[in-house]
């Protein structure tokens, strides 16, 4: 199993761009890197997917180096609704892997006025 | 798409009983998973049904606990004899099958607490 360390928490205001780095040392080939968001009470909600370089969606940007052995999730421009705690997942989502997924501990990010 | 449904929200029951909880995926999602998390910790994988075949047991899963996903629909998470070490967010999630580029779209889950 891939192991994951991801920084406990971070602050930061409004209006600022966040970046969340994943360590993954032991990715796999096969493994690809997914972060979710966790409001309190709640599941972890789909943020983004990616397997190397760089992936962009509406509302957030992951950045992939070649080693693949770390992964960064960048909030652009965040808002108090962005106080959560947000989870990187690294594993092979092929059909017999499920449960050798990972989840980090999460990166729990307070957003200030 | 209503989204995935788990009851009860919260459980509160006493050392040594038994108790049942009720995932609901969306629709047309064949693959079904359970998670347990706890206080401060990522999820962690329980078990993992592709329609109503269980393909994958955690071994933190242990004897105590069944799941079932009867005609690969809604899915059941027995947990027999209770520990106080069960409390925890048992969480369900669905998704369609995609090798590498699943997303998994979770419920919010059912409190547990063992007193």
């Known amino acids: 199993l891939a192991k994951i360390t991801q920084p406990i928490s971070m602050d930061s205001y409004e209006g600022q761009e966040v970046n969340i780095t994943c360590s993954h040392n032991?990715?796999?080939?096969?493994?690809?890197i997914t972060w979710y968001q966790q409001f309190p009470s709640q599941g972890p909600r789909f943020i983004i997917q990616?397997?190397?370089t760089k992936v962009t969606n509406e509302v957030a940007s992951l950045f992939i180096p070649a080693d693949r052995k770390s992964s960064t999730l960048s909030l652009p421009r965040v808002s108090l609704s962005d106080t959560a705690v947000y989870y990187c997942?690294?594993?092979?989502?092929?059909?017999?892997?499920?449960?050798?997924?990972?989840f980090g501990d999460g990166t729990t990010l307070t957003v200030k006025p | 798409d209503t989204g995935v449904s788990q009851n009860p929200r919260h459980k509160i029951t006493k050392r040594g009983q038994n108790v049942t909880f009720r995932c609901d995926p969306i629709?047309?999602?064949?693959?079904l998973y359970w998670y347990r998390q706890t206080l401060g910790q990522g999820p962690e994988f329980l078990t993992y049904?592709?329609?109503?075949?269980?393909?994958?047991k955690s071994r933190l899963l242990s004897d105590r606990f069944s799941a079932e996903r009867p005609k690969g629909s809604f899915s059941t998470l027995e947990i027999q004899r209770t520990e106080q070490g069960d409390s925890a967010m048992y969480l369900c999630?669905?998704?369609?099958?995609?090798?590498?580029?699943?997303?998994?779209?979770f419920g919010s889950g059912t409190q547990l607490s063992v007193l």
């Open positions: 049904f592709q329609n109503e075949a269980q393909l994958e």
């Open positions: 032991n990715i796999a080939t096969n493994d690809y």
């Open positions: 629709s047309e999602h064949n693959r």
């Open positions: 990616g397997y190397k």
């Open positions: 997942l690294v594993g092979d989502r092929g059909n017999t892997n499920a449960g050798k997924s990972t």
């Open positions: 999630a669905s998704s369609t099958e995609g090798a590498g580029r699943e997303k998994l779209f």
